[in-house]
């Protein structure tokens, strides 16, 4: 069994940054590929970010290339998820998730139905 704990929302104006964190219980994060999803109101629930077990790979959604940046401490089993030049936009609830994978090539598929979900922090932006 793995929890996790996401911590880091609040309030934000446009422009500014804030930086997520995830917190894993158990022995086994390392064994897992992490993502961060996001759900905004009256919208499903979108990929955002991820990162393979080693930290080796990372993947984002277009909408945040070049702003956001996955990265994992495994020694303290947390993803962290930094949101620079946030928009309107990226206004949502924000979800961790993890995946059982050990590949730094195919670990993108275990984030397609994540074993684990966290149970999201608020990210408010103003304009």
């Known amino acids: 069994q793995v929890q996790l704990v996401e911590s880091g929302g609040g309030l934000v104006q446009a422009g500014g940054s804030l930086r997520l964190s995830c917190a894993a219980s158990?022995?086994?994060?390392?064994?897992?590929?992490m993502g961060w999803f996001r759900q905004a109101p009256g919208k499903e629930r979108e990929f955002v970010a991820a990162i393979s077990w080693s930290g080796g790979s990372r993947d984002y959604a277009d909408s945040v290339k070049g702003r956001f940046t996955i990265s994992r401490d495994n020694a303290k089993n947390t993803v962290y998820l930094q949101m620079r030049s946030l928009k309107p936009e990226d206004m949502a609830v924000y979800y961790c998730a993890a995946g059982a994978s050990t590949s730094d090539h195919y670990y993108m598929s275990s984030l397609n139905r994540p074993a684990y979900w966290g149970q999201g922090t608020q990210v408010t932006v103003s304009s």
């Open positions: 158990g022995r086994t994060f390392s064994s897992y590929a």
